[in-house]
């Protein structure tokens, strides 16, 4: 089994930044890819970023150049480095592990940490 606990979120004006942290457990050796999502009230659940085992990241158009993921693989942990915030990107973010190398990893998720962007 694998656990995620995301962390970091809270209130940041627009224009700011946020730093959100997944830590991984457990069975970590038979994750590939580790993502971030972000689901706004009365949203579709959204992908943001993914980074693989090999390092290969993907990012959607919205948070392109705004948006940084990372690992500490020593840590177990990734991060999401969230820049010149937006009003939009009020949401819930949750982490998610997947044990294929997939843009859309789907096998095991956080709880999910708030994130509301201020004017």
């Known amino acids: 089994q694998v656990q995620l606990v995301e962390s970091g979120g809270g209130l940041v004006q627009a224009g700011g930044s946020l730093t959100l942290a997944c830590v991984v457990s457990g069975s970590t050796f038979i994750i590939n890819a580790i993502g971030w999502c972000r689901q706004a009230p009365g949203k579709q659940r959204e992908l943001v970023a993914t980074?693989?085992?090999?390092?290969?990241?993907n990012y959607a158009d919205s948070v392109k150049g705004r948006f940084a993921i990372s690992r500490d693989n020593a840590k177990n942990t990734v991060y999401l480095q969230m820049n010149s915030l937006k009003l939009e990107d009020t949401a819930v973010y949750f982490c998610?592990?997947?044990?294929?190398?997939?843009?859309?990893?789907?096998?095991?998720w956080g709880q999910g940490t708030q994130v509301t962007v201020s004017s």
């Open positions: 998610a592990a997947d044990r294929r190398t997939t843009t859309v990893p789907d096998d095991y």
């Open positions: 980074i693989t085992r090999t390092g290969w990241k």
